[in-house]
């Protein structure tokens, strides 16, 4: 016999008959409920109840309760019980008002706050690039001397260019043209907004150390807080970073590339976002594939130490990466040979000399 768990209740099924059910009350909050924790993987009370000896599971989530089975339960319909197609959407209802109500866990916050940092990056590259065209017709000179934020609160703050001279105190002669107050100020205000954004950078770059302290301390350690952040983000949350095989997190923010290879025949990735790692980017190009596979192995197991909440190790998985780096750096201290093409010797092919003559 197998236990078989519908929405509005659990049965136990011999074959194609119901040998024994446990319906669920007819309030759709509470109907919600139970279906909540079905969600969640975890067992009901109901199903303990129904448990026995030589019993079998329809799903692997009661795998603790006998061994999972394929049953056919279409056989068993909810109007045959009471239960109304009405019911049912009630339920439906309630439950995604349930699960849309449930206390995020950490990595999901981390995943937009690591896409709410490339949006603002993004934008400050286009702000950035408009102001020193727009200010470089007045001033072209201040990008020899300023750059990034500091350029940008430089405008901001000083109204002429020979405010800026004397706070950097600099004597040189511009070649820029004369602009006329109104024109200053909208340039002024412009900067201050790039400025702003700035600013509001640097607060999103905190805000994600701080939570990936907290949510994943292994992770962090090993690669960053910044670098681990953006490898929950690409895989979608922590979660699933720790169902993916070291090859995967390799090649995370490869896709591209991969896809090149699959479809086009084009050399194969060794990395992917990982590549921003000094232990990878600083390395000889015929050692970084080595390094970036050891690397996602110590990565793939820090996310499965976050995510079950173990004990922090990132600094001794660090210093084994470490010790790794240096054993790949000194097996392979020579670019491997390259491998000349083989070349096929054709036989040229005969002509037809019969092809174009006339038929007699």
Known sequence: MIIVTKWFGVFLVDKDKVVRSILF?????????????????????????????????AE???????????????FIHPEDFGYSPQLMQKVMIELGKMRIREPLSPDRVIVQAVRALDDVIETINLVSERLHEWYGLYFPELSDYAADE????MISEKESREDILDSLDLRLETVGSELEPVDLNSIRHFASSL????????????????????????????????LAARLISLAGGLKRLTTMPAGTV???????????????GKRPPKHGIIFQHPLIHKAAYWQRGKIARAMSNKLSLAAKIDYFKGEFIGDQLYEDLCKRVEEIQEKYPEPPPRKEPVRQNRKPKKRNNNKNRKAK
């Open 250 to 264: 390799q090649l995370l923010g490869a896709e591209k590339a991969l896809f090149a290879h699959l479809k086009q």
């Open 25 to 57: 009350d007819k309030n759709p909050n509470t109907i919600a409920q139970k279906l909540s924790v079905v969600q969640r993987g975890e067992i009901l009370p109901e199903e303990e109840q129904l448990a026995g000896k030589h019993i079998h599971v």
């Open 195 to 226: 400025h702003y954004l700035y600013e509001e950078k640097e607060e999103l770059e905190k805000y994600i150390k701080d939570r990936m302290d907290k949510a994943a301390p292994n992770l962090s350690a090993v690669v960053g807080h910044s």
């Open 60 to 74: 692997a989530r009661m795998s603790s309760l006998g061994r999972p089975e394929f049953c056919d339960s279409s």
């Open 150 to 153: 500091s350029y940008a609160r």
